[in-house]
């Protein structure tokens, strides 16, 4: 499969415990994207890489979050001193860099924060 | 105001109907413009990109006014596998961030 991967699918974890995600893009895909997803709304962009370098983070990225790319191909996302408000779908993206070029998704994390 | 909004649905039709879903954005240096689908708990899959010719692909139909700022989706002769949420979808900048609608749930009813 030379789509997108996550690693891993599922994520329990207790409140205040850090957690760490892998996304591997598509091999040829210069631009990596996060975003976040809730029950019932469509996925919030979360930041986005340009080869190994972090171009935009939106202002729902707080301090507790931080993702890298250190060699332009997969990247993390890890979260500190996790909240309940953090329980979602983590959804990375990948595109190839052309103009109007198409994001692809991968399947997705799914993090739950007891 | 959200930047792209959807009607939420959800949407029940039976097979074989027509269906429409609409779409506004606020933002009008928006730049592309498209239709992604997502299947219960799967990730959102690109349906169509929409162009402001309009654009047809089999049943599925896209049009955008930008002076309305304004995107629609048709589906025609709708399918129990049409069953899904159907996401708005919009770029500022080629290359940037998507900013999605809240989806439009539609369930097809045999």
């Known amino acids: 499969d030379t789509g997108v991967s996550q690693n891993p699918r599922h994520k329990i974890t207790k409140r205040g415990q850090n957690v760490t995600f892998r996304c591997d893009p598509i091999?040829?895909?210069?631009?990596l994207y996060w975003y976040r997803q809730t029950l019932g709304q469509g996925p919030e962009f979360l930041t986005y890489?340009?080869?190994?370098?972090?171009?935009?983070k939106s202002r729902l990225l707080s301090d507790r979050f931080s993702a890298e790319r250190p060699k332009g191909s997969f990247s993390t996302l890890e979260i500190q001193r996790t909240e309940q408000g953090d329980s979602a779908m983590y959804l990375c993206?990948?595109?190839?860099?052309?103009?109007?070029?198409?994001?692809?998704f991968g399947p997705g994390t799914r993090l739950l924060v007891l | 105001r959200k930047e792209v909004e959807q009607d939420p649905g959800p949407f029940n039709v039976p097979e074989g109907a027509t269906v429409a879903f609409n779409c506004t954005y606020s933002?009008?240096?928006?730049?592309?413009f498209f239709w992604y689908r997502q299947d219960c708990r799967k990730e959102p899959k690109l349906l169509m990109s929409?162009?402001?010719s309009g654009n047809e692909d089999g049943r599925f139909t896209a049009q955008l006014n930008r002076a309305s700022q304004y995107i629609s989706l048709l589906i025609r002769d709708s399918k129990l596998s049409d069953s899904a949420t159907y996401l708005c979808?919009?770029?500022?900048?080629?290359?940037?961030?998507?900013?999605f609608g809240q989806g439009t749930e539609l369930s097809v009813k045999p």
């Open positions: 993206a990948s595109s190839g860099g052309q103009v109007r070029e198409t994001q692809y």
């Open positions: 890489f340009q080869n190994e370098a972090q171009l935009e």
């Open positions: 091999s040829e895909h210069n631009r």
């Open positions: 933002n009008s240096a928006s730049q592309s």
């Open positions: 979808v919009v770029n500022t900048y080629l290359g940037g961030k998507l900013i």
């Open positions: 929409v162009y402001s």
